[in-house]
């Protein structure tokens, strides 16, 4: 079994910050591509970041300057530094990895979604 953990969200007032981590586990050979999205309420998913196995960025234009993504390989970790976080951030927050399990099979695994809520 694969799975993703999340965790790091949160209440948080506008201009603070919050750093969102994501584990993977399980029977997996080797990740590629990490990265998290976001839905708001009303609105469609987005892609907030990604980084790839040889550490290719790249970010939505409006977190650009104040989110930062990096991944621990040896921790088979992604994470997503926030900050200066704006009421608009607001949002349920879903990480995923392209993974090749074991058996060679290679696929996209989710989190559950951590909540990020920004007061204004």
């Known amino acids: 079994q694969v799975q993703l953990v999340e965790s790091g969200g949160g209440l948080v007032q506008a201009g603070g910050s919050l750093r969102l981590s994501c584990a993977a586990s399980g029977a997996l050979f080797s990740i590629f591509d990490m990265g998290w999205y976001r839905q708001a309420p009303g609105k469609q998913r987005e892609l907030v970041a990604d980084i790839s196995s040889g550490g290719r960025i790249n970010y939505l234009d409006s977190v650009k300057g104040r989110f930062t993504i990096s991944r621990d390989n040896a921790k088979n970790t992604v994470y997503l530094q926030m900050n200066s976080l704006k009421p608009d951030d607001t949002a349920v927050y879903y990480c995923?990895?392209?993974?090749?399990?074991?058996?060679?099979?290679?696929?996209?695994?989710w989190g559950q979604g951590t909540q990020v809520t920004v007061s204004s």
């Open positions: 995923y990895a392209e993974i090749r399990d074991i058996y060679f099979r290679t696929r996209d695994y």
